[in-house]
């Protein structure tokens, strides 16, 4: 059983800042990869920033320069500084992880948390 627990979702006012955390747990093997996806009402989910085992990164453009992505390989955690916040980055963020499983190390299978609702209004 593999479960992504994600937290630190909230309301914020435009250029405020919030940080998302996201802990895998269970009977892991390794992670390959580790990300932070986002879906608002009517649009469809869009990558938002990733990042692999050995440190590489990625962002959407839209938030380059102002999300910073960083990963604990030790605590299978991965997290999601946010700052200058705009409305457009009102969303559910998922969390995601790419993973092989003790037992079944040679399939890598995508896993996604429930999603935390981020909010940025005046």
């Known amino acids: 059983q593999v479960q992504l627990v994600e937290s630190g979702g909230g309301l914020v006012q435009p250029g405020g800042s919030l940080r998302l955390s996201c802990a895998a747990s269970?009977?892991?093997?390794?992670?390959?990869?580790m990300g932070w996806y986002r879906q608002a009402p009517g649009k469809q989910r869009e990558l938002v920033a990733g990042?692999?085992?050995?440190?590489?990164?990625n962002y959407t453009d839209s938030v380059k320069g102002r999300f910073t992505i960083s990963g604990d390989n030790a605590k299978n955690t991965v997290y999601l500084q946010m700052n200058s916040l705009k409305p457009e980055d009102t969303a559910v963020y998922y969390c995601?992880?790419?993973?092989?499983?003790?037992?079944?190390?040679?399939?890598?299978?995508?896993?996604w948390g429930q999603g935390t609702q981020v909010t940025v209004s005046s």
């Open positions: 995601n992880a790419a993973i092989r499983r003790w037992g079944y190390s040679t399939k890598l299978t995508d896993y």
């Open positions: 269970g009977s892991i093997f390794s992670i390959s990869a």
């Open positions: 990042i692999t085992s050995g440190g590489n990164r």
